[in-house]
């Protein structure tokens, strides 16, 4: 599934919290979309539906695809769906005590480290319950070792880029913004 997707369903989702009439049938279009980037024999997501060639698109089957698509169903309103928990599940085995989660299979790109551990976080606490109180008995504390000395944090697109996506991991258990609000 494209990033783009979630990038895009996370907009709409934002418009339609501040009062934007963004009509349902794009919001279903968008689900069915990402529906379609579930690999169901794998259960894993992909970057592409099937059909779409190569591995379901250029990096196939990835921790961070599958915690991106789940937390594009989250943010869509998908609360519900029974397999929910199988996918968090290969979010949370992949989870280290390091605070970092592994995105095996991912391409080599800068920042492929954090964005994994932002979609991984912010997915595991939209569905909460246990898998979400063992994640971030897991991983949060790895995150705060993390932190230098001057408050940042390190990594490979610069400072001030991890830095914000450390502390929007952190801040996931106090969302107050309205679309991570359910």
Not at 6 to 30: C, D, F, H, M, T
Not at 44 to 49: G, R
Request: hydrophobic share 35%; with cysteine.
């Amino acid at each position: 599934m494209k990033r783009l997707s979630y990038w895009n369903l996370l907009a709409l989702r934002i418009a339609r919290s501040n009062g934007v009439p963004v009509p349902k049938e794009v919001i279903e279009k968008g689900v069915a979309y990402v529906n379609r980037c579930r690999d169901r024999g794998r259960s894993m997501y992909t970057y592409l539906p099937a059909g779409s060639g190569g591995r379901r698109g250029p990096w196939g089957h990835t921790v961070q695809m599958t915690a991106c698509g789940l937390l594009c169903m989250m943010l869509a309103g998908e609360y519900d769906d029974p397999t929910h928990p199988m996918y968090a599940q290969l979010i949370l085995n992949s989870a280290r005590p390091d605070g970092w989660v592994t995105p095996a299979d991912f391409w080599n790109m800068p920042g492929r480290d954090v964005y994994c551990l932002y979609h991984a976080t912010k997915a595991l606490h939209q569905l909460g319950g246990s898998q979400w109180e063992e994640y971030a008995q897991r991983i949060l504390p790895g995150i705060i070792n993390r932190q230098q000395k001057d408050g940042s944090w390190n990594g490979s697109v610069g400072s001030a880029f991890n830095t914000a996506m450390h502390l929007l991991c952190l801040t996931a258990p106090y969302e107050q913004a309205p679309m991570y609000q359910r």
